[in-house]
């Protein structure tokens, strides 16, 4: 296996859908890469698939080893750009160093993965049995990895290809849970003489909702609602609120549709550009392109009631964002957060999208509660689901002594063993399986989860040749 045929795999995923929920055609993708090959292929009722390849000759005592990638991916595009992921390949360039989306998300979150186990299934390298198992839907709740039924595979070592950064190897994640809260509102006659506007925040970089929620970016809609806020001594009507996307993406675009007295409508537009001006400092770093922006629109319905539109305005204000705590045992690892995900107005209906994260269960369940007292308070329904374990590091490790140790006979070094604060299926499958013995690993990734998404292809060729060499040589 060669890092060029890991690409060539990879390329032809991208132009297959696999959109979370929707991973049908990846999924025959992969049967019918077993059936070419007379590999063996077990698919459940859930849609998760194993694919598994005999020992080669002479490494019929060696332990089965189980790689694993999940099947869906995160579909992001930029606003206003005219993409179908269910129907289209994903477009991305080679440049630089890099494979790279510039309006989308490219899948290399987890399609590296894919990729990474079909050229394995498909080289001649003399190695015990493999079994690849390609989970569904890890994106939107790890569905895949919840419905797993013991004996879908045998092997007790697993090596997860879902991680970010050449170099590192984790042994450890985050638990996750997401709350989801909404407010049924009522709606008032527009003013006589107002006029009808679009305040947009947009051009923040996003990113994974784990990985990148210390980095300090911009969330659209919690500066949105910050800047309404602040306009509440206005006399203005509210129609609705919309942005962001995903549960685990940071909210890169948001908008609201506002109604003013028309002769207030230039002060309005004023105050959007100097609150863009004041975005463009405190975000000039972390997110060097936002900017907000006031225009003329048509809107048809009625506005909120105002009592209720000052209720949502405030309650979505309040409602926390962010790293919450560190880890006191591990410098630089995020143990707590939140993510002020999305905002959509349905109707009369206002829906908030939250996702919480921590490596500690009873902090994770305390960061779920808090969320749900800011909306309390505004009087919303509030619903938590999709929770997830978190998975404990083992230092102990079999295979991590196994990889550390290939690592640094190929590159002279060792690599970081860490703990990730996104959250992998691992500590799902440890739940189910108390015997796994696991690492994560994978090539460096950037911009995951949003549009723009990367993949350094200098990295790729470590990786491959990292799998390759712990491949080879376990036992």
């Given at each position: 296996?060669?890092?060029?045929?890991?690409?060539?795999?990879?390329?032809?995923?991208?132009?297959?859908?696999?959109?979370?929920?929707?991973?049908?055609?990846?999924?025959?993708?992969?049967?019918?890469?077993?059936?070419?090959?007379?590999?063996?292929?077990?698919?459940?009722?859930?849609?998760?698939?194993?694919?598994?390849?005999?020992?080669?000759?002479?490494?019929?005592?060696?332990?089965?080893?189980?790689?694993?990638?999940?099947?869906?991916?995160?579909?992001?595009?930029?606003?206003?750009?005219?993409?179908?992921?269910?129907?289209?390949?994903?477009?991305?360039?080679?440049?630089?160093?890099?494979?790279?989306?510039?309006?989308?998300?490219?899948?290399?979150?987890?399609?590296?993965?894919?990729?990474?186990?079909?050229?394995?299934?498909?080289?001649?390298?003399?190695?015990?049995?493999?079994?690849?198992?390609?989970?569904?839907?890890?994106?939107?709740?790890?569905?895949?990895?919840?419905?797993?039924?013991?004996?879908?595979?045998?092997?007790?070592?697993?090596?997860?290809?879902?991680?970010e950064d050449e170099g590192q190897m984790f042994v450890g994640c985050a638990g996750g849970i997401d709350t989801t809260a909404t407010f049924e509102f009522h709606r008032e006659?527009?003013?006589?003489?107002?006029?009808?506007?679009?305040?947009?925040?947009?051009?923040?970089?996003?990113?994974?909702?784990?990985?990148?929620?210390?980095?300090?970016?911009?969330?659209?809609?919690?500066?949105?609602?910050?800047?309404?806020?602040?306009?509440?001594?206005?006399?203005?009507?509210?129609?609705?609120?919309?942005?962001?996307?995903?549960?685990?993406?940071?909210?890169?675009?948001?908008?609201?549709?506002?109604?003013?007295?028309?002769?207030?409508?230039?002060?309005?537009?004023?105050?959007?550009?100097?609150?863009?001006?004041?975005?463009?400092?405190?975000?000039?770093?972390?997110?060097?392109?936002?900017?907000?922006?006031?225009?003329?629109?048509?809107?048809?319905?009625?506005?909120?009631?105002?009592?209720?539109?000052?209720?949502?305005?405030?309650?979505?204000?309040?409602?926390?964002?962010?790293?919450?705590?560190?880890?006191?045992?591990?410098?630089?690892?995020?143990?707590?957060?939140?993510?002020?995900?999305?905002?959509?107005?349905?109707?009369?209906?206002?829906?908030?999208?939250?996702?919480?994260?921590?490596?500690?269960?009873?902090?994770?369940?305390?960061?779920?509660?808090?969320?749900?007292?800011?909306?309390?308070?505004?009087?919303?329904?509030?619903?938590?689901?999709?929770?997830?374990?978190?998975?404990?590091?083992?230092?102990?490790?079999?295979?991590?002594?196994?990889?550390?140790?290939?690592?640094?006979?190929?590159?002279?070094?060792?690599?970081?063993?860490?703990?990730?604060?996104?959250?992998?299926?691992?500590?799902?499958?440890?739940?189910?399986?108390?015997?796994?013995?696991?690492?994560?690993?994978?090539?460096?990734?950037?911009?995951?989860?949003?549009?723009?998404?990367?993949?350094?292809?200098?990295?790729?060729?470590?990786?491959?040749?990292?799998?390759?060499?712990?491949?080879?040589?376990?036992?």
């Amino acid at each position: 296996m060669d890092s060029a045929t890991v690409l060539k795999f990879f390329q032809e995923i991208t132009n297959i859908p696999r959109e979370s929920g929707h991973e049908g055609p990846i999924t025959a993708y992969l049967q019918e890469f077993a059936a070419k090959r007379g590999l063996a292929c077990k698919t459940d009722k859930t849609g998760n698939v194993v694919i598994a390849k005999p020992a080669s000759p002479g490494k019929e005592n060696v332990p089965t080893l189980v790689l694993q990638a999940h099947q869906d991916m995160v579909c992001e595009k930029k606003a206003g750009f005219g993409f179908d992921f269910l129907t289209q390949p994903i477009p991305y360039e080679i440049e630089d160093g890099w494979m790279v989306a510039k309006n989308t998300t490219l899948g290399a979150d987890d399609g590296i993965g894919i990729a990474a186990c079909l050229a394995l299934l498909d080289s001649q390298l003399p190695i015990g049995k493999l079994e690849c198992l390609f989970t569904i839907s890890e994106e939107t709740g790890m569905d895949g990895a919840f419905a797993l039924e013991p004996g879908f595979f045998e092997g007790s070592t697993l090596i997860n290809l879902d991680s970010e950064d050449e170099g590192q190897m984790f042994v450890g994640c985050a638990g996750g849970i997401d709350t989801t809260a909404t407010f049924e509102f009522h709606r008032e006659a527009l003013r006589k003489g107002y006029k009808t506007l679009k305040v947009c925040v947009a051009g923040s970089q996003g990113g994974h909702s784990g990985d990148d929620i210390d980095k300090g970016r911009c969330n659209a809609v919690r500066e949105l609602v910050r800047f309404l806020f602040t306009e509440l001594q206005y006399d203005f009507q509210l129609f609705s609120i919309e942005g962001g996307n995903k549960p685990n993406a940071i909210c890169r675009e948001a908008q609201a549709i506002l109604a003013v007295p028309a002769d207030e409508a230039e002060e309005m537009v004023a105050d959007v550009k100097a609150f863009s001006e004041l975005l463009a400092a405190e975000y000039a770093t972390s997110d060097p392109q936002v900017h907000a922006v006031c225009e003329p629109c048509t809107c048809e319905g009625n506005p909120i009631e105002e009592g209720d539109a000052s209720n949502l305005i405030a309650t979505l204000l309040a409602c926390p964002h962010g790293v919450e705590r560190m880890s006191a045992d591990i410098p630089g690892l995020v143990e707590t957060s939140t993510n002020l995900a999305a905002v959509h107005t349905e109707g009369d209906v206002l829906k908030v999208i939250t996702s919480q994260r921590s490596s500690v269960v009873s902090e994770l369940h305390a960061m779920a509660e808090r969320v749900e007292a800011a909306f309390f308070l505004g009087s919303f329904d509030v619903e938590h689901h999709g929770e997830y374990p978190g998975w404990k590091p083992n230092l102990q490790s079999h295979i991590l002594e196994v990889c550390v140790a290939s690592y640094k006979k190929l590159f002279g070094h060792e690599p970081e063993v860490k703990a990730i604060h996104a959250g992998l299926e691992c500590g799902l499958f440890l739940e189910k399986f108390p015997h796994l013995d696991m690492i994560s690993f994978g090539p460096t990734l950037r911009g995951v989860h949003a549009p723009g998404e990367k993949l350094e292809l200098a990295s790729l060729d470590k990786f491959v040749a990292h799998l390759n060499d712990v491949v080879l040589n376990f036992e």
